[in-house]
């Protein structure tokens, strides 16, 4: 299959000019591999070659020869490469040298000094709607970022089409899979990971059916703002089962560590009013079909459900302007206070500038949404904290355009970096 670019591509190479090793982090199949073999010129595949382990003990500087940059495939299934690797850019003072991809973070108990100065990190996900090709990419997160008003675009995005691609999701793998196909793919990733990788991770067995329960509390919450007291007793009541505090601790410790699930964390900024600002993340699975898998819905359940439909399609959302707000140098969070004020997502820059996103499976909460936006924003105070770029809503279906008031919206078949 001929390779689809991603748009971390740009970012890939600008950080492997700039320094001795890039790290991609990422979770499995999500096309990290792929990408890195577009900029190196030699791999080694540690989950692979039976002669690791062996040179590692004998002669560890061999594993690190070939043309550069060299791409080390599954490093952390052998965590002691990175201090070598470490050591030889040191040696080298050399950009373009190492690609280190992984789809798990080390145990924090493993002995690793710190890469600053030697490694950029380039963060990758599960395919966009616009590297898929099913967003055209007209309306741009960096135009919205220079106060940009929205052009009247009709990009086609059926209910039907909508949720179709929710239940396939984002793995590279799956392009031009059908949904029967995809179905069956994203259940077996469920499996493996239930059964293998969470044990595997870190050699120490866990309970697969324990597992199972938490994954589906997590996805039966996905996009809220629960935390572990609530997914104790979603699981007790739900799933009938008990697991502990520790144990749920535990577990989505490990989730985070394979990069199943990604907390998106609360924005913090200066407010007019006595509220107080909620800490609390939300929490998304690192691509909505596994939260569908995991369920076990299929596309019936999910026309008759709009209203989790909804959640899930904001966490899809989220998920995209995660891709497209790293290519702009931003990060995403939430705004939630005390007076039950809340924003989807908040896009802001390293130097202060944000946008603000409500997201709307439908058009008809669009003015709703207006007003929370424009009640929000006059709420910020502005003498320490910078006025939005611009207001916006994402919808589902529907036209692209700005309102009268000056909020954009922007159906998600638009949305792009």
Known sequence: MNYKPRISDIELERKLNASGGVLIRGPKACGKTESACQQAKSILQVDQDPQVASLMESAPGRLLQGITPRLIDEWQEMPALWNLVRHEIDRRKKPAQFILTGSANPEETIKMHSGAGRFTIVDMRTMSWQELGISSGKIRLHDLFNGQKVDIFDEVTELEMIVDRLIIGGFPALINKKRSQAEDLNRAYIELLTEVDMSRVSNTNRDP????????????????????????????????????????????????????????????????????????????????????????????????????????????????????????????????????????????????????????????????????LLKFADNIDTNKTKPPKSLNIITGTGISYTRNDGINVISIGSLGF
Not at 219 to 225: E, I, P
Not at 244 to 264: A, F, G, N, S
């Open 209 to 372: 059916i324990k597992v199972r329960s938490l994954l589906r509390s997590l996805a039966r919450n996905t996009g809220t703002t629960v935390d572990i007291s609530t997914l104790s007793k979603d699981i007790a009541e739900n799933e009938k089962s008990d697991l502990t505090r520790p144990t749920i601790y535990d577990y989505i410790d490990v989730l985070e560590r394979l990069m199943i699930i990604e907390d998106q964390p609360a924005w913090n900024a200066h407010i007019r009013s006595a509220a107080s600002l909620r800490k609390n993340p939300k929490r998304h699975f690192t691509d909505v079909c596994l939260a569908i898998a995991i369920l076990g819905v299929d596309c019936e359940a999910l026309l008759n459900d709009l209203n989790f439909t909804g959640f899930l399609f904001e966490s899809q959302v989220i998920h995209d302007l995660r891709i497209y707000a790293q290519a702009n140098d931003a990060r995403v969070f939430h705004y939630r206070d005390s007076y039950h004020a809340e924003v989807d997502a908040i896009v802001q820059k390293h130097n202060g500038d944000w946008l603000a996103f409500e997201i709307k499976l439908g058009t008809g909460q669009i003015d709703e949404a207006a007003k929370k």
